[in-house]
């Protein structure tokens, strides 16, 4: 085996981990129970994306020892090894660290003594954690949180109220690292979260991943999403033949859908041309008695 595929190979695993993790967390609403196992797994995964990491500098990094490489480095020692600015530098906040530490010592616990597991400290650890893990995965190894859980356990993830906040704060701070201007960031549909992303044409939701291509108003030319755009076509005089709509009169229009302001103005428009019309009508009525 050559590096390459150990490499990918610890990704992988850790992904796997994740999204074990996850499914036990959704799983915890039920029973709660089910929190020890995402503890569980979620630091294990954790564990192997901080080897993927050292493994990238250097695949002897993955050992306890590097002058004797028989057993895999500890969690403790790997984030130790990441953080030292003479191999990994990379600059882990005080709250990150602390978030693992506890997070590993709570791991410790679980798996070593009859430990009894307060469920709200459960929640809070793997929530610090879970946001901790996505960061890492974003910064450092370019994978966005779609690309590791499956479409269905990110939407369950987001149905709970706490998760769905982290999954939040991923998604604000991705744009923040994009440079994506604020009003390029829309109220997404689906989530209802202010992390609809229009720039650039993504149209994608990055807390959600709910993705809708924006249409341009034929009239004002803003963009909206496509369920904003109203038909117009009720206020046109038509006819229908044989199932078939025959336009008589559009007005002057020469689309059939506009946005909720536009569609209101054509409205009133469509019906004063209405109102002149009659009265021009009646007018020639009258003069040519
Ligand atoms: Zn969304
Ligand atoms: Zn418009």
């Known amino acids: 085996m050559n590096a390459r595929s150990i490499k990918l190979d610890l990704i992988e695993n850790s992904h796997a981990f994740f999204v074990e993790a996850a499914q036990k967390a959704i799983g915890a609403e039920d029973d709660i129970r089910h929190w020890q196992f995402a503890i569980l797994n979620l630091v ?7 080897k993927a990491m050292l493994r990238d500098i250097h695949p002897i990094l ?7 490489p028989k057993h895999t480095i500890s969690i403790t020692k790997a984030i130790e090894r990441l953080a030292d600015k003479n191999i990994g530098n990379i600059l882990f906040s005080k709250q990150e660290l602390e978030g693992m530490s ?3 010592k709570l791991r ?16 809070a650890q793997f929530l610090k954690v879970l946001e901790l893990y996505i960061k890492i995965q974003r910064v450092h190894l ?5 690309d590791i859980l499956p479409k269905e356990v990110h939407e369950e993830l987001l149905a709970i109220e706490k998760s769905k906040e982290a999954l939040i704060k991923n998604a604000l701070q991705r744009t923040e690292e994009q440079g994506i201007p604020s009003n390029d960031i829309w109220t997404c ?3 209802l979260s202010d992390t609809f992303v229009v720039y650039d044409g993504l149209d994608t939701c990055y807390a959600c991943t709910f993705k809708d291509e924006l249409q341009e108003c034929p009239s004002c030319h803003e963009l909206f999403f496509e369920h904003e755009l109203e038909p117009i076509s009720q206020y046109f005089d038509t006819d229908l033949c044989e199932g078939e709509v025959i336009l ?6 020469d689309f059939y859908q506009a946005c909720n302001s536009c569609s209101e103005k054509i409205k009133e428009d469509i019906q004063e041309q209405r109102d002149k019309e009659h009265y021009d009508f009646l007018e020639r009525e009258y003069y040519m008695r």
């Open 62 to 68: 993955i050992y306890e020892n590097i002058d004797n």
């Open 189 to 191: 549909p689906n989530c």
């Open 248 to 253: 008589h009169n559009t007005y002057g229009y």
């Open 44 to 50: 294990q995964s954790l564990e192997l994306t901080l």
């Open 142 to 146: 370019s994978r966005q949180i779609e």
């Open 102 to 104: 506890s997070a590993i």
């Open 108 to 123: 410790n616990n679980i798996t070593h003594s009859d430990f009894e597991l307060s469920i709200d400290h459960a929640q």
